[in-house]
Structures are given as C-alpha cells and as structure tokens.
C-alpha cells in the first residue's frame, strides 16, 4: 500500500491505509479480548462454586461489560467496513 501500482501518480493513498488498520484492530481487539476472557473462565475461575444467580463451574463467573461490549461490536463494525470499501471508490481508482 505504501508503494504505488499506478506509477503515474505516485501518491500513497492514506484513506485506504487508515481502513486497513481499522479493520486489522477491529478483528484483533475482539480476538484478544475472547482470549483473555477464555482464559479468565477456564484457568483462573475453575472452581467457582456458584450462586443464586450463577450455575458453578468456569462459565458462572459474569465478565465485565465493558470488554463483552467491545468484544461483540468488534467484529460486525470490522464487517461493515469491509462491506464499505466493497462498494466504494477506493478500489477503482488504482487503474
């Protein structure tokens, strides 16, 4: 992306440089945090004994919203970018 195809112009197109990145952290972020929250689950919080509201055993340990919350509007957003530059000009305007 930082060496032009079209050699005429010999411009860097940052737009599209910007959209890969968002969609490359908008995959990873997910990732990591389903990882983390796996490993949460299953290493630290094993012998959870249960409660009243929760059943016992590694997934009755209640994850923090906030990272539940990036975790399941990472990957729809990272799809709509690429739906996005599907339909866009930034493709077409390398030939």
Same mark, same amino acid.
């Given at each position: +992306?930082?060496?032009?195809? #079209?050699? +005429?112009?010999?411009?860097?197109?940052?737009?599209?440089?910007?959209?890969?990145? *968002?969609?490359? !952290?908008?995959?990873?972020?997910?990732?990591?945090?389903? %990882?983390?929250?796996? =490993?949460?689950?299953?290493? #630290? #919080?094993?012998?959870?004994?249960? #409660?009243?509201? =929760?059943?016992?055993?590694? %997934?009755?340990?209640?994850?923090?919203?906030?990272?539940?919350?990036?975790?399941? %509007?990472?990957?729809?957003? =990272?799809?709509? !970018? *690429?739906?996005?530059?599907?339909?866009?000009?930034?493709?077409? =305007?390398?030939?």
């Amino acid at each position: +992306m930082l060496n032009p195809v #079209n050699t +005429m112009k010999r411009t860097v197109k940052w737009g599209l440089i910007a959209h890969t990145t *968002a969609m490359f !952290l908008l995959l990873t972020v997910p990732a990591a945090i389903g %990882l983390a929250l796996l =490993s949460n689950e299953y290493i #630290n #919080n094993r012998d959870f004994p249960g #409660n009243d509201t =929760s059943p016992p055993g590694p %997934l009755g340990i209640p994850s923090p919203n906030v990272l539940v919350v990036l975790y399941n %509007l990472g990957f729809p957003l =990272s799809q709509w !970018l *690429a739906d996005g530059l599907l339909v866009s000009c930034i493709p077409n =305007s390398v030939y």
